[in-house]
Each structure stands twice: as C-alpha cells, then as structure tokens.
C-alpha cells in the first residue's frame, strides 16, 4: 500500500526526463477492500505517468550560516559579438564581466551583449556590486550583532545605521 509523496501543483524534478514539471494530478491506483492505494502515480503534463521514484521533491534553499562569505568573483569572458578594435570604448576590450558564485567556473551572472554596449561602465559596476554583495552582507551581519551586544551605549547615528543594516538583510534573506 501507498501514500501520496507529492500534491498538485508542487514543483518536481523529474529524473527520467531530466527536467522541472509541476504535478498536474494525483493518480492513486484503488482496490476494493483496501483503505489505502496500492500505488499512486503523478501526471506532470509530459505525456506519461511517473510513479514516485521517478520524481524528486524540490528542496528549500536553507542558508547554512557555519560557511564563511561566499567567494563571488569577477572573471572576463571573451566578446563574441563584436570585435576588440570595434569596442574601444569599453573598459576592457573584447570581453564583458562574468560574476561567477559558485565553485564550478561556468555558473553565475552574465548581461545580455546588446546591454553591455549600451553602457559598459555600468555594466562593469553592476558585476563589481555583485561580487562584494556577499561581503555587504557579512559588514552587515556584524554591525546588527555588535549593535545587539552593545545596547544603549552607542549614538544614536550609529543605531540607525543598524537598523537600516536589519531592514537590508531582511530584504535579502526573506525577498522583500
């Protein structure tokens, strides 16, 4: 007998396809005299039927706060639209910036070529933005934790700058 791992409409990865799908349907397989289905199977809109095993649940992201600061780093990717002699005026001719954030060297924040050449040095600025942002937010970290343990005994200057370093770091970790 079986019970349903899934519901409707929770986002799945499904292995055999190798893709994301949402589950459409919940087909539980009944049998007379039993107060549970045999099986339950789960229409995801890819043609077929996938039975629990074929499918894998989306997991939160859970920020682990034992790891240090990300290591985002900025890396120069070669410009395959243009030429070098026919972007001069760009800070570093014949590449655009690439935020990478994360281990591998091929994941991570790119602009779309057309944008770079409309303002290179604001593109440049925006990937410079990015790659500290994991910084900002451990500066910011430790001045709301050095506020809390400090308690009255700061200006009043520096308690707002804490306040607004709390308001940041909501926004950041709950997508405000």
Same mark, same amino acid.
């Given at each position: 007998?079986?019970?349903?791992?899934?519901?409707?409409?929770?986002?799945?990865?499904?292995?055999?396809?190798?893709?994301?799908?949402?589950?459409?349907?919940?087909?539980?397989?009944?049998?007379?005299?039993?107060?549970?289905?045999?099986?339950?199977?789960?229409?995801?809109?890819?043609?077929?039927?996938?039975?629990?095993?074929?499918?894998?649940?989306?997991? +939160?992201? =859970?920020?682990?706060?034992?790891?240090?600061?990300?290591? @985002? !780093?900025?890396?120069? #990717?070669?410009?395959?639209?243009? $030429?070098?002699?026919?972007?001069?005026?760009?800070?570093?001719?014949?590449?655009? +910036?690439? =935020?990478?954030?994360?281990?591998?060297?091929?994941?991570? @924040? !790119?602009?779309?070529? #057309?944008?770079?050449?409309?303002? $290179?040095?604001?593109?440049?600025?925006?990937?410079?933005?990015?790659?500290?942002? +994991?910084?900002?937010?451990?500066?910011?970290?430790?001045?709301v934790d050095w506020a809390r343990k400090s308690g009255e005994d700061m200006p009043t200057e520096l308690a707002d700058l804490a306040h607004t370093a709390q308001d940041v770091l909501t926004a950041v970790n709950e997508g405000e």
């Amino acid at each position: 007998m079986a019970k349903a791992q899934f519901h409707k409409n929770q986002r799945v990865y499904v292995k055999p396809v190798g893709t994301w799908a949402l589950i459409e349907r919940v087909l539980p397989q009944w049998t007379k005299g039993l107060d549970e289905p045999l099986r339950v199977f789960y229409d995801v809109g890819l043609g077929r039927e996938f039975a629990a095993e074929e499918l894998q649940a989306e997991t +939160p992201l =859970v920020e682990d706060k034992t790891v240090g600061p990300e290591n @985002w !780093r900025i890396v120069r #990717a070669r410009n395959k639209w243009q $030429p070098a002699e026919d972007c001069s005026r760009h800070p570093v001719p014949g590449t655009f +910036p690439v =935020v990478i954030t994360g281990e591998a060297e091929w994941g991570g @924040w !790119r602009v779309p070529g #057309a944008e770079y050449d409309l303002d $290179p040095g604001k593109v440049e600025r925006q990937a410079r933005m990015i790659a500290n942002a +994991p910084r900002l937010v451990e500066f910011a970290s430790s001045l709301v934790d050095w506020a809390r343990k400090s308690g009255e005994d700061m200006p009043t200057e520096l308690a707002d700058l804490a306040h607004t370093a709390q308001d940041v770091l909501t926004a950041v970790n709950e997508g405000e």
